[in-house]
C-alpha cells in the first residue's frame, strides 16, 4: 500500500511541468502522442518500467520523464517517476521537496518503497526522488537489489519511468537499459551531434534494450504547422 504523505504543489515548483499546468497545450499533446505511440509498443511485450536518457548533459531527459510521468498518470494509471540520475538529480527540485530519502534509501534497504515515494498534487502520480548521491551509483544499480526494486514498483505501480543521466557519460544508463522494459532517447533539436546520437543508440542495443523511440527536443515549430498539430486533435 501506498502510504499517504503530504500533497506536492508541482504548480508551485520551480521547473514547471506543461503537462500539469496546461494539459490543453500542444506541447502538452505532443506527449500524449509520445504515450500513444509508447502504448502501441507494448503490444507484443508489456512495456510498464521504461528509461528516459540522451547523450549529454541538458538534453532536457527530466523534463521529458517527469512530463511524460504526468501524461502516463492522465490515463487514470498509477505511475511513479523515479529519479535515477545519482549524478545530477533534478526530481526533487521539480516538485520541490527535500531530497533526504529516496531510490539510494531503497536500494540500501533503509528504507521501505512505500515509506519513500511521495504523492504529488497529480492525481495518480507519485515520485522518488534520488535519495543521497552515493560512492559507487553504477555499482548499485547493477545490484541484486535493484532487480527487486523493479519488482516490487511493478506490483504497485502500472508505469514506473525512470529519469537517467547522460549515456555518453557514465556507465549508469546502460546497466538501468538493461533492466527496464524499454527505453527512449532524447536528442535535443540542433544541439545533439548526430554522431553523439548514434553512439547512444549504439550503447543501448549493446545493452539489449528495447528503443522504443527518439524524442526530438526543443524543434522549433513553425506558427502553421502548430496550429496545424493543435487542430488535428
Ligand atoms: N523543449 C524545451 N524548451 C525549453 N526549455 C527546455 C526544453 N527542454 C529542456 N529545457 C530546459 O533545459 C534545461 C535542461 O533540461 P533537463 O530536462 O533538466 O535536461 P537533462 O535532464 O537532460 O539534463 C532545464 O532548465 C529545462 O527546463
Ligand atoms: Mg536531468
Known sequence: MVLKKKKLNSKDASRKLVTALDPK???SEQYRTIRTNIQYSSID?????????SSGPAEGKSTTAANLAVTFSQLGKKVLLVDADLRKPTVHHTFGVNNLFGFTTVLTKQKTLDK?????EEQDLY????????????????SKSMEQFIEDAKSQFEYIIF??????AV????ILANQVDASILVVFSEKTEIDQAKKSKELLENAQSKLLGVVLNHKEVQNGDYYYYYGSK
Open 171 to 174: 556507465a549508469d544508463p546502460q
Open 127 to 142: 515520485i522518488l526522488t534520488s535519495g543521497p548521491i552515493p560512492p559507487n551509483p553504477a555499482e548499485l544499480l547493477s
Open 25 to 27: 497545450s500542444p506541447i
Open 116 to 120: 519513500t515515494i511521495l504523492e504529488t
Open 45 to 53: 511485450k508489456e512495456i510498464r518500467a521504461i528509461m528516459v536518457t
Open 163 to 168: 529519469d537517467t543521466p547522460p549515456l555518453l
